[in-house]
């Protein structure tokens, strides 16, 4: 009963615990939610067209009739992503018309920009890269919608010895820059809690709740494995007294039978310690009258002591209080014990039925202590002798 009780209370906590934070997250969500434009260029790749580490005296290395190995310059693709990671579409009438909209190539001269991948066939077809200098490329001012990108790569030739930066032209109302973003590089150097609480505030919102509701369920599959597994040693008792008592022999007359049968499921239920019990309390009339008689609780504390209870209680005249039948009922609905409005007896018959079982059942125990296999050879010899 008292487990039943916890076990209750632990469920509404962990059922309030789980919604109170869900619906605090998602208010979170909501309160700092607002809609953002954020077009990214992300630069996701480099790669150099020819890797000559150990220059060699006759090598010559011609791009444009110009050999770059004497100039130590090298040829170097960048791949390059255009993404609205916003909340809103961007339209042309976003973009400032006075400025062009574009990349540029510090540190380099720009040799060639082709569009190599999209989501989007709009952007394909009309983005329209076009080379302006020598390290410019203008794009036509279309509409992104959210979520779409262009991938691109630009084919950059530079001095060996500075490093070539992608740098975004053009304004975007709502924006004050666009960003840019190496993702190549903070992949190598992103650590493990980077990785982990990575990605905008709704990301992380249904992120938050995903680790809060495995690790919930991670909590009570193992409780749930720990208490199987802890009481595995008490299921195979309880079977194995269960087996014994079928070989016990039967009384002669209904009435007495009834009381062995209800000693019996005390036995196999809570064994040789729980039969020792009922005689402690059944040879003291004080604790007969408090182990046998009806007890009064509240209401809200009926509430708590589950349906098998609940099924046999019955309210008082002022409506504030349930009878609750003893726990050891069954033994007076049997005539092992008998119960009147003022005292509680024991009958003789049932008190001898008690101590006999109580010496048979310390006997299995004993041999069960001694050797596991005599178990099924007592079973054996009494069913023979049935």
């Not at 309160?31 to 005296?57: A, F, G, I, Q, Y």
């Not at 066939?121 to 990108?149: A, C, M, W």
């Not at 749930?224 to 002669?252: D, Q």
Request: without cysteine.
């Amino acid at each position: 009963m008292q487990m039943t009780s916890i076990w209750s209370k632990a469920k509404f906590i962990l059922s309030a615990s789980s919604l109170s934070l869900v619906i605090g997250l998602i208010a979170l969500y909501y309160t700092v939610r607002r809609t953002r434009t954020n077009l990214v260029v992300d630069v996701t790749s480099e790669l150099n067209v020819m890797d000559v580490r150990t220059p060699l005296k006759d090598l010559s290395i011609l791009f444009q009739g110009q050999d770059i190995q004497k100039q130590n310059a090298n040829l170097r693709i960048l791949g390059v992503r255009l993404v609205n990671e916003g909340d809103t579409n961007i339209l042309e009438n976003f973009f400032d018309s006075r400025i062009p909209w574009g990349l540029m190539i510090d540190g380099g001269r720009l040799i060639e920009a082709r569009i190599t991948g999209s989501n989007s066939q709009y952007l394909s077809d009309n983005l329209h890269p076009k080379i302006t200098g020598s390290d410019e490329v203008d794009f036509e001012k279309v509409i992104f919608d959210r979520g779409k990108y262009v991938a691109l790569e630009l084919l950059v030739l530079h001095d060996k010895n500075v490093e070539p930066q992608v740098r975004p032209l053009g304004k975007i109302a709502g924006m004050d820059a666009v960003s840019i973003r190496n993702s190549f590089r903070e992949q190598d150097q992103e650590g493990f809690a980077a990785k982990v609480f990575k990605g905008p505030v709704p990301v992380q919102i249904v992120r938050t709740i995903a680790y809060f509701l495995t690790g919930l369920g991670t909590v009570i599959v193992v409780g749930f494995a720990v208490a199987g597994i802890g009481s595995i040693p008490s299921r195979i008792k309880k079977r194995s007294r269960r087996k014994w008592v079928r070989y016990l022999p039967k009384e002669s007359s209904p009435e007495k039978e009834k009381k062995r049968q209800a000693l019996l499921d005390i036995s196999v239920e809570h064994g040789l310690l729980g039969l020792k019990r009922i005689q402690r309390i059944i040879n003291s009339e004080d604790s007969r009258v408090k182990a046998f008689g009806p007890r009064r609780v509240s209401v809200e504390q009926a509430a708590d002591l589950g349906p098998h209870l609940i099924m046999n209680m019955q309210l008082t005249p002022d409506g504030g209080y349930f009878h609750i039948p003893s726990p050891f009922e069954s033994l007076v609905e049997a005539g092992v014990v008998h119960r009147t409005d003022k005292t509680v007896e024991v009958d003789v018959e049932g008190g001898e039925l008690l101590s006999n079982l109580i010496g048979q059942l310390s006997e299995f125990d004993k041999q069960n202590e001694e050797s596991p296999g005599t178990t099924g050879a007592h079973e054996g010899s009494r069913h023979s002798k049935g």
